[in-house]
Each structure stands twice: as C-alpha cells, then as structure tokens.
C-alpha cells in the first residue's frame, strides 16, 4: 500500500468543474476538447493530469479524430453492433418514468467506450496527438448531459 505524506502533495492544486451539454440524438459525438483546454487554462495548473468524466451510463467518454466521415462510421458502428430496435432484457424490465424510453442498447454501448478518460497536462495544455480530440458521446436520446472535469497538478 502507497502512504502519501503532506509533504509530497504540497503545492498541488486541485480544480474540480462541471460541463453541461444538452444533446440533439443517439448515437451523437460531441467534440468537448475546447470547453477542457479552457478550463486548464484558467486553473492555472501548467502539468499535472486531468480527468474528464461523463456522470451517466448512457453517455460516454472518448479519444478520437475530429473527422465527419470517420464520426459518421463510428455512429453507424454503435448503431450495427447493438441496435436500438433489438430484444434487450434491461427494456422489458425497466420501468419508465418522466418520459425514459427503452434504452438497453445504449447501456450495452457504453460498456465498450467507458465512463472517463485521463489526459496528461504539460506546459498548461492536453498532451494530444496531432488529430486527437477529446468527445462526449450520447448514446441514447436528446438530454441535458453533465461531464465533470477534474484537474490535479502545480
């Protein structure tokens, strides 16, 4: 087991923020990599790490290319690999309230992209690839989504 003292976190900074999205459709890639370099800017946090979390299980966080064709397969991958019209056991057993629709097929989804991603910061900035970007993928229908971003470093 790992002891931290105070000593060694000592001038470490912590930033915590929430990003609130309101989505159009499912599958939808939502390019976020913009709203978290402004707030690593603004913490003033030059090299640390920041992670960016998605507070749903029906919405995801990812790293890819910004590109439409490859956003539009990716869209269509999720759609072929487990599509909404299909039997799920979680739509039968799920009871609806305020509005909720069946939704299996977007919690199946999610379990192949994941809740987070984790990004080192250096110099004040995402250590990102030349066509990497950070997105929040809804996976089931237009709603008001939360990302929760925090940031750890000096």
């Not at 390019?31 to 603004?42: A, G, P, Q």
């Not at 487990?82 to 919690?107: A, C, K, M, Q, W």
């Not at 989804?109 to 004040?124: K, R, T």
Request: glycine residues 8%; aromatic residues 6%; charged residues 25%.
């Amino acid at each position: 087991m790992l002891k931290t003292t105070p000593a060694e976190t000592a001038g470490l900074k912590v930033r915590t923020s929430s990003l609130i999205y309101q989505t159009q459709r499912g599958p939808q890639f939502i390019d976020i990599t913009d709203d978290v370099s402004n707030l690593i800017s603004e913490s003033g946090i030059e090299n640390g790490f920041v992670v960016v979390f998605s507070r749903h299980t029906t919405a995801a966080i990812t790293i890819n290319e910004n590109e439409a064709g490859l956003i539009a397969d990716l869209e269509a991958l999720l759609h072929r690999m487990l599509p909404h019209d299909h039997d799920y056991e979680h739509n039968i057993d799920h009871p609806t309230e305020d509005g909720e629709v069946p939704n299996g097929h977007s919690h199946c989804q999610h379990i192949f992209l994941g809740s987070s991603e984790h990004i080192p910061v250096v110099g004040g900035r995402l250590t990102f690839g030349k066509w990497q970007r950070l997105f929040l993928v809804e996976l089931d229908r237009a709603r008001e989504r939360e990302v929760v971003v925090q940031l750890l470093g000096e």
